[in-house]
């Protein structure tokens, strides 16, 4: 039996962060990381389509805290005690230079996901942590004064474990058979698959600024929408998929959206068609691309209402303009599926928040035992924040591992 002061469950971001600051602070401390694959920090090598959104530039805690759909309330303490600004000096230290973009959204200056993979890599070995992979967790149990461990290549003990595996089914199982509960998990961050003739033939099309809800139950967000191949994606519908992961699974992902794509109410856009109608009746309904919509989306909308290709503003009957006014503000969409946001797979569902000392990470049932980043029932909305509460969960937890 191999032993160590503190073993890591996880090799991805949560556990690396904890690792390094851990062995930093207590360079004494044996740590071992167990990592079931053949590679380690995927997700990171994948984040931000391969440049790693480290996390995202709100830099009040509480107001960080409401963009995780679960966990705002557990999250509030502990982001006034690491937060945003200290990500950003944490990686900044240690010599990768951090831009903010416009949307607010943090990378590494190079653009390259590879930098940060490179900086846990090149500190777990400046701090001797050891590295160990294709260890895949068979069992945990508790010991009198610690914790024992067997992985497909042998087993292990030690005083201090944390687990920071992310969404591990197998995990879950093995923790849910100590007496944790765990919270069915059920994907979060998606886009939503649509058939319909106004989106057909028309992907990569970005309405800057829509409003969306989803008819039947109190869903609603707004942003950009993209069209898609398949369907929307972009903020206004990932914010959607996160805050109703639960509520639209149990829908089996069948269901109406209703989108305003120029976020007026019907009575003003309405006017804004009968003041064009009487200003530019000479000219060609489809050449008059009113309320900053896409060409292309403004023709689908066109043709949905009715109105052809060569039909003038001084020929457009009222019905014409009122199918046009309802395809605007109040266009409804049938969803009847879902997929997967880029290479990014996000749940919301983990470790029960109630079994958590937040202001620790530890386990409430079992004594040092610690857990952070996704293995929770945590989840953000797209931006950098998922990896946030990685940082943060996995930081505190840390200062618990060296005492």
């Known amino acids: 039996m191999k032993v160590y002061d503190v073993l890591i469950v996880g090799g991805g971001a949560a556990g690396f962060f904890a690792a390094v600051n851990a062995a930093k602070q207590n360079p004494k401390l044996n740590i071992g990381i167990l990592e079931r694959g053949n590679s380690v920090l995927s997700k990171v090598k994948i984040s931000g389509g391969g440049r ?219 006017q804004a068609l009968l003041n064009s109608k009487s200003e530019l009746c000479k000219k060609q309904v489809r050449n008059s691309t009113i309320f900053d919509l896409p060409k292309r989306l403004w023709y689908k909308l066109l043709e949905a209402s009715g109105i052809s290709e060569t039909l003038r503003w001084a020929e457009v009957n009222k019905s014409q303009l009122q199918a046009l006014s309802n395809q605007l503000t109040a266009s409804v969409f049938r969803v009847h599926g879902k997929s997967t946001f880029k290479d990014e797979f996000v749940t919301a569902g983990g470790i029960d928040l109630k079994e958590i000392d937040f202001k620790t990470f530890e386990s409430k049932r079992f004594k040092n035992l610690f857990f952070a980043g996704e293995i929770l029932n945590i989840d953000g909305v797209t931006g950098g924040f998922n990896f946030q509460n990685a940082w943060t969960g996995a930081y505190l937890a840390s200062q618990e591992l060296i005492k």
Request: aromatic fraction near 10%.
């Open 52 to 270: 790693c959104n480290v996390t995202h530039a709100e830099f009040i805690p509480n107001v960080l805290a409401t963009h995780y759909p679960r966990g705002e309330k557990e999250l509030k303490g502990p982001f006034h005690s690491f937060t945003i600004g200290d990500t950003m000096a944490w990686f900044q230290s240690r010599g990768i230079p951090l831009k903010i973009e416009d949307d607010g959204r943090i990378f590494p200056v190079s653009n390259s996901a590879q930098t940060i993979i490179d900086c846990f890599l090149d500190e777990i070995q400046k701090y001797g942590v050891t590295l160990m992979k294709n260890h895949s967790v068979q069992s945990i149990a508790p010991l009198e004064n610690g914790w024992k461990l067997e992985t497909t290549k042998g087993l292990f003990s030690c005083q201090k474990l944390l687990i920071a595996t992310g969404s591990n089914p197998k995990i879950w199982k093995l923790l849910g058979s100590l007496g944790i509960r765990i919270i069915s998990a059920v994907p979060s961050l998606f886009t939503f698959d649509i058939d319909d003739e106004r989106i057909k033939d028309i992907p990569g099309v970005v309405a800057k600024n829509v409003y969306v809800e989803v008819l039947g139950t109190n869903l609603a967000s707004d942003g950009p929408l993209l069209i898609t191949h398949s369907g929307f994606s972009a903020p206004s519908i990932l914010k959607l998929s996160a805050f109703g992961a639960i509520e639209l699974a149990a829908l089996n992902y069948c269901f109406d959206v209703k989108i305003n794509f120029i976020q007026q109410n019907e009575a003003s856009c309405m």
